[in-house]
Nanobody, 121 residues
Framework: VQLQASGGGMVQAGGSLRLFCSAS????????MAWYRQVQGKQRELVAS????????YADFVKGRFTISRDNSRNKNTYLQMNGLKPEDTAVYYC???????????????WGSGTLVTVSS
């Protein structure tokens, strides 16, 4: 599975951006899709995730501002709508997908290239 993230950029506080992650390759069995972010010098952290059925989960620091969605067509894509951006949202955002393995409960995880989001005050 190959992932390509895009949509990052520079925006003023209070603004919006929409991130897009395009999946290609062996995408048929992708179930979990997620967005993470990382600030230089800090650990990568989960922002939001979405299952095949559309169940979502959000980190507390983005609840009510960010919305994750997905496209379950052949080439599965995921989106992150970010509203009410704050300077502390500045980070490199990565998409992440999981493909179930033969052993129940285990997945292979794949990472895309990051896209930089910069929020100015």
């Amino acid at each position: 599975v190959q992932l390509q993230a895009s949509g990052g950029g520079m925006v003023q506080a209070g603004g919006s951006l929409r991130l897009f992650c395009s999946a290609s390759g062996s995408t048929l069995d992708i179930d979990m899709m997620a967005w993470y972010r990382q600030v230089q010098g800090k650990q990568r952290e989960l922002v939001a995730s979405i299952t095949t059925k559309g169940n979502t989960d959000y980190a507390d620091f983005v609840k009510g501002r960010f919305t994750i969605s997905r496209d379950n067509s052949r080439n599965k894509n995921t989106y992150l709508q970010m509203n009410g951006l704050k300077p502390e949202d500045t980070a490199v955002y990565y998409c992440n997908v999981g493909v179930p393995r033969a052993v129940a409960g285990l997945r292979n995880w794949y990472w895309g290239s990051g896209t930089l989001v910069t929020v100015s005050s």
